[in-house]
C-alpha cells in the first residue's frame, strides 16, 4: 500500500469484521503476492469498498458482480450511471481545511499559500477551496501553485516553478499543503533555496504519514484525519446496506482527530510530537473489498509543529 491511510482503513473495516464473524474478508491487489491471483468466475461478492481501482480491469469485474447489493466508493466518485446502491466515502475536507486555518492565524500569519497535489485530484480542489473560504471569512487572501501541466516537466522544472512561487510570496507566511509527500516537496525547495522555515514560511501537511514527517528537515507537522475510523464507518455502512437497513450516516466522511505538532531539538536529535485535537487546534487509496452472504465471506483489498527554527510549523 502506498500510504498509511489505505492501511488504517483497512484496519477500520477489519475492525468493525472482528465484531461481525458472518463476515470474511478476500484481499485483491497491491501486494506482489496477490498479483497471480484472478477474481474466481463463480465467486459472487454482496458488497465492495472499493477506491478508484474500480477503473482497472478487475475493478470494474467485481463492479459487474449481478449479487452485489451494496458498494462502498473510498476518495473516488462512482462510474456514471452506477445504480447499485452505494455511499462515497471521503476526508472532510472543510473541517481539514478550517483546523489548518485556525492554527495559522493563531501563529500571527497574515500571509498564505495553497500548494496543490501534484495530479488533478478532487480531493486536492476541494481542500484548496475551502482553505480559501475560511481565509475568505476571516478576511484573507489565498496563492495557489498548481503543478505545471506539461508533458515534458520534470523535477528540475517543478523545483524551479515552486521556488519561483515561493520566493514572490509575502512573507512570513503559511503554506498548507495537499498532501504530506507534496509538503516534503515544498521543504525541499525551501531547503535548498535558503528560504528559512519556519521564520519565513510555516509549513503543513495533510495525512500525518510519519514516515514523512519524521524523516524531513525541518520535521513536518500534519493534519491527522481519523482514517482508521472513516474504515469502521464504511463497512458498518455497507453492513446497513446488506442487511435492507437505511445507514446511520448518509455522508460517510473520514473524520479529523487534530494536527500533530512536531519538534526536533537538533539537527539529529530525536523528534518530539504531539497532537493537538480538533478543539485544541483551534482549535489515498483505499480499501477494496467484496462481500459474500451466502457464505459470510468478505473479500478486501487494496489497489493499485514544532516550536523552533528545526520544525516547520512555529508556534
Not at 469484521?17 to 498479483?35: C, K, L, T, V, Y
Not at 459470510?296 to 523552533?308: D, E
Amino acid at each position: 500500500m502506498r500510504h498509511r491511510a489505505s492501511q488504517d482503513v483497512i484496519a477500520g473495516v477489519l475492525r468493525f469484521a472482528a465484531a461481525h464473524p458472518e463476515w470474511d474478508i478476500q484481499m485483491r491487489g497491491n501486494h506482489p503476492s496477490n498479483d497471480g491471483f484472478a477474481v474466481d468466475a463463480d465467486w459472487s461478492p454482496d458488497g465492495l469498498i472499493i477506491d478508484s481501482s474500480w477503473k482497472t480491469r478487475m475493478g470494474s469485474h467485481l463492479l459487474s458482480s449481478p449479487s452485489l447489493k451494496g458498494i462502498i466508493f473510498v476518495s473516488t466518485l462512482p462510474p456514471s450511471g452506477c445504480q447499485i446502491p452505494h455511499e462515497v466515502l471521503s476526508t472532510d475536507d472543510r473541517t481539514l481545511a478550517e483546523t489548518a486555518t485556525r492554527l495559522f492565524v493563531k501563529h500571527g500569519l497574515r500571509n498564505f499559500g495553497f500548494v496543490s497535489a501534484g495530479s488533478d485530484e478532487r480531493w486536492s480542489s476541494l481542500r484548496r477551496r475551502f482553505f480559501g473560504a475560511a481565509l475568505e471569512k476571516a478576511g484573507l487572501s489565498l496563492d495557489v501553485y498548481s503543478p505545471q501541466r506539461r508533458k515534458r516537466h520534470g523535477w528540475k522544472d517543478e523545483f524551479d516553478a515552486l521556488a519561483k512561487w515561493i520566493e514572490q510570496l509575502p512573507k512570513p507566511c503559511g503554506i498548507l499543503v495537499a498532501h504530506d509527500q507534496r509538503a516534503k516537496h515544498v521543504l525541499d525547495v525551501c531547503r535548498l533555496t535558503g528560504v528559512d522555515v519556519p521564520e519565513q514560511v510555516q509549513v503543513l501537511g495533510v495525512d500525518d504519514e510519519n514516515y514523512i514527517c519524521e524523516q524531513t528537515f525541518p520535521t513536518l507537522s500534519s493534519v491527522a484525519p481519523d482514517f482508521e475510523r472513516g474504515g469502521f464507518a464504511a463497512a458498518e455502512t455497507l453492513n446497513a446496506m446488506l442487511n435492507g437497513r437505511t445507514p446511520k450516516l448518509r455522508r460517510l466522511k473520514i473524520p479529523v482527530k487534530g494536527i500533530t505538532e512536531r519538534l526536533r531539538e537538533t539537527s539529529y536529535g530525536e523528534t518530539q510530537a504531539s497532537r493537538l485535537p480538533l478543539e485544541a487546534s483551534c482549535g489515498r487509496r483505499a480499501a477494496r473489498s467484496g462481500f459474500s452472504k451466502k457464505t459470510s465471506r468478505w473479500c478486501l483489498g487494496t489497489a493499485s509543529a514544532g516550536r523552533s527554527r528545526n520544525s516547520a510549523l512555529r508556534s
